[in-house]
């Protein structure tokens, strides 16, 4: 099971660190990827990074402001989100799998609820 947390009402320019945890398992283990879902728009894929440490990947609209990264708890993944544009707001997903690193959005096997990010002054 996944968990996600963090998610708040930020204005422009403003940072959040979303947290996603597994319970009862080790995350890095696994290939994650974090995806959101605007209103009215499809889920998109926003970051990712390989298992035990592999490679990760980004979405244009989020490089060189988002970076996905393992935690020292070895049960929690970490999406450090700087500079927010109003665009960044969305529902946020976190997802597992065993297979494919930062692959389609069909092959992560668990998802997590998610959580609210609002960017707005």
């Known amino acids: 099971q996944l968990v996600e947390s963090g998610g708040a009402l930020v204005q422009p320019g403003g940072s959040l660190r979303l947290s996603c945890v597994m319970s009862?398992?080790?995350?890095?283990?696994?290939?994650v990827g974090w995806f959101r879902q605007a209103p009215g728009k499809e889920r998109e894929a926003v970051a990712c990074i390989g298992a035990r440490g592999g490679g990760t990947d980004y979405a244009d609209s989020v490089k060189g402001r988002f970076a996905i990264s393992g935690g020292a708890a070895k049960h929690i993944n970490y999406l450090q989100m700087n500079n927010l544009e109003p665009g960044d707001t969305g529902l946020y997903f976190c997802a597992a799998n065993w297979q494919t690193a930062c692959g389609r959005e069909s092959d992560y096997e668990y998802w997590g609820q998610g959580t609210q990010v609002t960017v707005s002054s």
């Open positions: 009862g398992g080790r995350l890095d283990f696994y290939n």
